[in-house]
């Protein structure tokens, strides 16, 4: 019940004017995103590539309706790659791309055309993108750009949520590609998605047996110990090497299990949002574990 209202306050303007204007909750908000600038991205790509660390990186913005925000984020993130490149990190530094950033909802046409300068300018730098899933009105849109992308793109990822019914028929169809499995972060209805905790988890299962049995690159997408183990398990029953997968966790969540998978030989890569346009990502962190609740909570309670 707690993480669905948090999921409705992610979208409530009046929830967002009041999270925002408390004072403490600048305090939270720096557990889970990296800063708001390109300096503060790359000042943390730089902390946990160097902790044996991989990242992918996301410029927060989400659900734009006009065009010159949406040219703005393709530029943010063309400015993050040109910034990264110096660095030489390669694909141990890749962007996450939310389409609704980039125009979406305005004209798939335009959201494919910034994602096309997003991926160019990741190529140049020898890094590559992966396509944020956003709610399940933007399904078929978001996997009809990522067709058109991996024509000249075809190393280009995507990722499933795990909890809507078609997605295992999704995974069967990208079994041969990048993906990121996620368990999913919207509030869904019980027509196109599973609700409960256990329902999910068995889907997030059967589709991960989809993708370690396929022929592409999984990225294991879970902070669930359990999860975690069932897909090292398939990855040994499909014969698959350490660097034929990886797992992938949130910035600020569950560090001290990713360095300790990393240092035992897994390859592990970090979530890393930045940007000033927080408010969305952060409640959905909030909804997602109890225990990032109560890390809200204790700081409103010292504020």
Not at 102 to 121: F, K, N, T, W
């Amino acid at each position: 019940m707690l993480g669905s209202l948090l999921l409705a306050g992610s979208r409530s303007p009046l929830a967002r004017r009041a999270v925002s204007g408390l004072p403490v909750t600048r305090k939270v908000v720096d557990r889970f995103v990296a800063g708001e600038t390109t300096a503060d991205a790359v000042e943390a790509t730089r902390r946990l590539t160097a902790a044996g660390l991989a990242v992918t990186i996301d410029h927060l913005g989400e659900e734009v309706r006009d065009a010159a925000t949406a040219r703005a984020a393709a530029k943010a993130y063309v400015s993050l790659l040109d910034a990264l490149a110096p660095l030489g990190l390669g694909r141990r530094a890749e962007v996450s791309v939310k389409l609704s950033a980039v125009g979406q909802r305005l004209d798939e046409a335009m959201a494919l055309e910034h994602a096309r300068q997003i991926c160019s300018a990741a190529r140049d730098c020898g890094s590559t993108v992966t396509l944020d899933m956003e709610d399940h009105t933007t399904v078929d849109s978001t996997l009809e750009v990522l067709r058109a992308l991996r024509e000249d793109f075809p190393e280009t990822g995507v990722a499933i949520q795990a909890y809507l019914f078609r997605s295992e028929a999704d995974c069967r169809d990208l079994a041969g590609s990048r993906v990121r499995l996620v368990k999913g972060a919207y509030r869904e209805p019980a027509s196109v998605a599973y609700q409960s905790k256990g329902e999910v988890d068995r889907a997030y299962v059967r589709c991960l047996r989809v993708l370690m049995a396929g022929t592409g690159y999984p990225m294991v997408a879970t902070h669930d110990d359990r999860l975690i183990a069932i897909a090292e398990l398939l990855a040994d029953r499909h014969d698959r090497d350490r660097d034929a997968y990886e797992f992938q966790m949130l910035y600020g969540i569950r560090t001290d299990k990713q360095l300790a998978l990393a240092e035992a030989g897994s390859r592990v890569r970090v979530y890393v949002p930045y940007g000033d346009d927080w408010y969305g990502y952060f409640m959905r962190r909030l909804a997602e574990r109890p225990a990032n609740v109560a890390f809200f909570l204790r700081a409103l309670k010292g504020k």
